[in-house]
């Protein structure tokens, strides 16, 4: 039996990896990847897709088919079964995985720094507002005063 943390582990692993595919609101994870996270994404996806080519697994290569057709859940829950096995079997496969979709997690969380006037500087994390000091004068990013 599998462990459910491991299962929920394996279930974001492919959503990351599928994002573009799924129409869903699994599929908004899709407009916060850019850049560097949709290069590591596909990665990602060539990862699962070639081990299980190379097993030549048809059930799990029919439910990656449909993903990529369909863009549904129920196939990716299916794959998302095939890939909890594959990785208890293989915890170095397991490893890789996991630490790709970290790295896809931790781009996606990388802080950005706004300078202004030279001086000021603000880091913001998750759409979070922020408070900019300089000598005489505070601004606040994030809330919206033209209202």
């Known amino acids: 039996m599998t462990d459910p943390i491991v299962t929920v582990a394996t279930a974001e692993i ?11 609101s699994a599929g ?17 996806r060539q990862k699962v897709v070639s081990w299980f080519n190379k097993k030549q697994d048809l059930k799990a290569e029919n439910a990656i088919a449909a993903i990529q057709e369909q863009g549904s859940l129920e196939p990716l829950n299916k794959l998302t079964t ?3 096995n594959e990785m208890e079997t293989d915890p170095i496969f397991a490893q890789d995985l996991r630490k790709l979709a970290q790295q896809i997690i931790n781009i996606q969380n990388t802080n950005q720094e706004q300078v202004q006037f030279g001086e000021m500087k603000q880091l913001n994390r998750d759409n979070s507002k922020g408070t900019q000091i ?10 919206d005063y033209t209202k």
């Open 14 to 24: 492919l959503k990351l990896a599928f994002n573009e595919f799924i129409k869903t």
């Open 28 to 44: 908004e994870t899709a407009k916060k990847l850019t850049g560097e996270a949709l290069t590591k994404a596909s990665e990602l």
């Open 82 to 84: 095939y890939l909890d």
């Open 134 to 143: 300089q000598a005489k004068r505070i601004d606040r990013i994030g809330d």
